[in-house]
């Protein structure tokens, strides 16, 4: 795919319009829990910052429906956005309109500015085009630096784009990089781990893997939709009865390998007693894969050249069902192979357990990198491409 880079343009007291993914967990007051997603955006901004730019970022927060939302309101965002550049970050209290012209106006090279939550109005997740007008009318230049929101058409990353010069950030760039050249050309054996709670969630992304790896695990709660397609008794476990005809048919293909046996809780709480079983002889809830399954798995992971893991092995949130997604993030650290983490949970996993520089590369965006691996065009990267087609219309900004 052919699209703009931050390089293609000069910066120079030009307004930058920045997409980035600063939906950060906050808690009810709106204080942040984890800042991980604002420091990924770091490299794009101070580079804006030494391109004396002046630097507008938007971004989304938790979900509010349109309607403002006190506690998620992006003050704590700027707050410690400021902390981490060393410097006064100014956050407006909206995303378009007159007042954020006039601010926006007497900026200066080097300033950096935070607009209010982008779903505070409806229209961003309707990919209005009004919306994107006014966002575009912001700045000279948009940079879309937000990978996990690249799978949404919306207004912020998609029909903004066709308004105004359009190039990714470093943080996109190194995502379709690094995990476009795993896919494209991986070294074999190529492993691919699946877990999480649904079937249907990743349908897509094993199909399309199938096509790619020499094996595929699977775990989490998924598996035991898998177990029951062939004839296993999975008790009270979670099954997606709608899916078992799909999973066995899926397990035709013999790349496919199944857990041998499971942790099981007495009931789904934190505090449920644990026992590991067969999976042939499991009674209560499966919450974790067994030991057998682990030492199975991760002899598998250490022969691999190619890993590339999305979704936790169990209920890794409660401690006695966390030992085998851990697992699976140490046989990964260990290994000599390229190591792909596809965001979300697994990514939490890799980062509680201070693995991540361990690893190739751990994705920011779970739902953009399931869609990546499922083979799926993202509809923000299509729409920089557009941009990069079209880019003779803009050709007064360049450069």
């Not at 470093?170 to 781990?193: C, Q, S, W």
Request: net charge positive; aromatic share 6%; charged share 30%.
């Amino acid at each position: 795919m052919k699209y703009l880079t931050l390089k293609d343009f000069n910066f120079s007291n030009k307004e930058a319009l920045v997409r980035v993914d600063f939906n950060v967990p906050v808690d009810e007051k709106g204080r942040i829990k984890d800042d991980k997603r604002i420091r990924a955006s770091l490299p794009t901004i101070h580079y804006l910052i030494r391109k004396k730019a002046m630097v507008i970022l938007m971004s989304h927060l938790g979900r509010p429906k349109g309607e403002v939302v006190e506690s998620l309101k992006m003050d704590h965002v700027a707050k410690r956005l400021g902390e981490l550049l060393g410097k006064k970050v100014a956050k407006l209290d909206d995303c378009i309109g007159l007042d954020v012209e006039d601010y926006i106006d007497k900026m200066v090279p080097g300033e950096v500015v935070v607009l209010e939550n982008l779903r505070f109005y409806k229209e961003e997740k309707e990919n209005d085009a009004s919306f994107a007008r006014e966002l575009a009318s912001l700045a000279q230049v948009y940079v879309n630096d937000a990978f996990g929101t690249c799978h949404r058409q919306h207004a912020s990353v998609d029909a903004v784009t066709r308004y105004v010069p359009s190039c990714a950030g470093f943080l996109v760039e190194k995502e379709i990089r690094d995990m476009g050249k795993t896919l494209a050309k991986p070294k074999r054996p190529f492993v691919a781990v699946m877990g999480g709670v649904k079937v249907s969630d990743k349908i897509e992304a094993i199909n399309n893997l199938l096509k790619k790896v020499d094996k595929l695990l699977i775990g989490g709660a998924m598996m035991f939709t898998f177990l029951k397609a062939k004839g296993i008794n999975v008790d009270k476990s979670i099954v997606e009865e709608d899916k078992v005809k799909l999973a066995k048919k899926l397990l035709k293909n013999k790349k496919i390998v199944l857990p041998v046996d499971a942790v099981v809780g007495d009931k789904f709480e934190k505090n449920a007693k644990a026992k590991t079983v067969d999976v042939e002889n499991i009674r209560g809830i499966g919450l974790d894969i067994g030991p057998k399954t682990i030492k199975l798995y991760t002899g598998i992971l250490k022969k691999a050249k190619t890993i590339l893991w999305n979704g936790p092995m169990g209920k890794f949130e409660w401690k006695k069902f966390s030992k085998g997604t851990n697992e699976i993030a140490k046989a990964m650290a260990r290994s000599r192979a390229a190591t792909i983490v596809g965001g979300g949970d697994s990514a939490e996993a890799v980062e509680q357990l201070k693995l991540e520089k361990k690893m190739t590369h751990v994705s920011t965006g779970g739902g953009a990198s399931l869609e990546f691996f499922a083979g799926k065009k993202l509809p923000a990267l299509v729409a920089l491409e557009k941009n990069y087609r079209n880019r003779k219309r803009f050709a007064k900004f360049k450069r």
